[in-house]
């Protein structure tokens, strides 16, 4: 579960882009996002664990869906809706579907779905192409640093409570082209088994 809780705190402001209207603010910026779609490359630093090394995919409609596809070093992914979170572990051959309402983050999930109310959850700083994101509540999370290059955001940085830190860097990022159905479909094998919690 703390893995899920990482990634979704991470998720949340994954989208952050920033246009060339001077008058405009990254916050700002992050309203108009309607997609992306991105390879990246996420390392986990975690307390008295060390060093875990992930590669994948993301897609994201906004107000809808995103899909995180891990593919390195092995098959895992999150579905996400507004309504469910299913997650395949490739390794345990499992797929569990929860409801996001009944988590803690569910209001950190619909801020992935719509960054307009990412200021309701988070202090704002931005510096030079820097946004430092702090929460406004204890939600398990100490800060979430965001670095954009040539306008667009290029690198997530995270500390949970505990220590944990996680760095998510961005490649291929594609903005506001409508990302098919077919792309957050994922095949499951015929002897999943399935979890409904």
């Known amino acids: 579960m703390k893995k899920i809780l ?3 705190f991470t998720l949340m402001c994954f ?5 060339d209207n001077s008058t405009s603010t990254l916050m700002q910026q992050l309203s108009s996002i309607k997609s992306i779609s991105a390879d990246f490359k996420q390392v986990n630093n975690l307390k008295d664990y060390g060093e875990d090394i992930y590669s994948g995919k993301v897609y994201i409609n906004m107000k809808e869906k995103a899909l995180w596809d891990y593919t390195e070093p092995y098959s895992s992914w999150y ?3 507004n309504e469910n979170i299913e997650h395949y572990d490739e390794i345990n051959n499992q797929l569990v579907i929860m409801k996001a309402k009944d988590y803690k983050e569910y209001a950190l999930l619909q801020v992935l779905m719509d960054f307009s109310k990412l200021s309701q959850s988070f202090t704002v ?3 030079e192409n820097v946004l430092y994101l702090k929460p406004k ?3 398990g999370i100490e800060y979430i640093n965001i670095t954009f290059k040539d306008n667009i955001i ?3 940085d995270s500390k949970d409570n505990n220590g944990n830190l996680t760095t998510i860097t961005l490649s291929n990022v594609v903005l506001d082209k409508k990302i098919n159905d077919a792309s957050f479909k994922k095949k499951l094998p015929k002897d999943v088994n399935i979890f409904k919690q």
Do not use: R, W
């Not at 989208?15 to 246009?19: F, I």
């Open 6 to 8: 990482t990634l979704f």
């Open 15 to 19: 989208t952050a882009y920033a246009g």
């Open 79 to 81: 579905n996400i809706t």
């Open 125 to 127: 700083k931005e510096q």
């Open 154 to 156: 290029s690198k997530i």
């Open 137 to 139: 509540k204890d939600e």
